[in-house]
């Protein structure tokens, strides 16, 4: 069981928005950073979101993140087939002195 | 660019160890930290440990520690993780990635290398 909780899946139509949230404690999302991933088939991981909020470069602006106590946000806009993955949060945990993940939100555009 | 290359898949044993590499290319190796992270199959993404280039220091998740080692070697800007005492639970993608910090973000993540454990 993973200590961040993501749902296991969302669904949404092409050019809608999704959020996908992430659930922690304040030894890990309440006290550090958040970061996002996405995972298509067979392939790494891909940094999405760090700091909570900061788009690397090449990342485009339908992709945003948020925080708020314990719990965080990945939002997608303007859905396409190609944003089909999976997508993991993930943090530092001050207690357990590990990187901690959730188990992985699988999104489906309809 | 930034790159990160690992070794290939390899098939063990239970027992035996396994030892992954991780190539760096495109920036400075010791300006950086190198995260390992595995998936199993069908699985999510799970926390091994850290090494400082720079430094050799290492830390690792605890339920790893006793068995996996994470070295480097900077004049290939190279680092390796080997994990040892190998069970087929430990069958899964292992995957090395680059952090400016212990506690930040990873980016980029080299392919990734398929460990099989199986007798």
């Known amino acids: 069981q993973s200590v961040l909780t993501q749902p296991p899946s969302v669904s949404a139509a092409p050019g809608q928005k999704v959020i996908i949230s992430c659930s922690g404690s304040?030894?890990?999302?309440?006290?550090?950073?958040v970061s996002w991933y996405h995972q298509l088939p067979g392939t790494a991981p891909k940094l999405l979101i760090y700091?909570?909020?900061k788009r690397p470069s090449g990342i485009p602006d339908r992709f945003s993140g948020s925080k708020s106590g314990t719990s965080a946000t990945l939002g997608i806009t303007g859905l396409q087939t190609g944003d089909e993955a999976d997508y993991y949060c993930g943090a530092w945990d001050s207690s357990l002195s590990a990187w901690v993940f959730g188990g992985g939100t699988k999104l489906t555009v309809l | 660019q930034v790159q990160l290359v690992q070794s290939g898949a390899e098939v063990k044993k239970p027992g035996a160890s396994v030892k992954v590499s991780c190539k760096a290319s495109g920036y400075s190796f010791t300006g950086y930290y190198l995260h390992w992270v595995r998936q199993a199959p069908g699985q999510g993404l799970e926390w091994l440990g850290w090494?400082?280039?720079?430094?050799?220091?290492?830390n690792s998740a605890q339920r790893f520690q006793g068995r996996v080692t994470m070295t480097r070697d900077t004049s290939i800007s190279t680092a390796y993780m080997e994990l040892s005492s190998l069970t087929s639970d430990d069958t899964a993608v292992y995957y090395c990635?680059?952090?400016?910090?212990?506690?930040?973000?990873?980016?980029?993540w080299g392919q990734g290398t398929l460990v099989s454990v199986s007798s």
């Open positions: 090494i400082n280039p720079n430094s050799g220091d290492t």
């Open positions: 990635a680059r952090a400016p910090a212990t506690v930040a973000w990873f980016d980029p």
């Open positions: 700091e909570n909020n």
């Open positions: 304040s030894s890990n999302i309440g006290n550090n950073y």
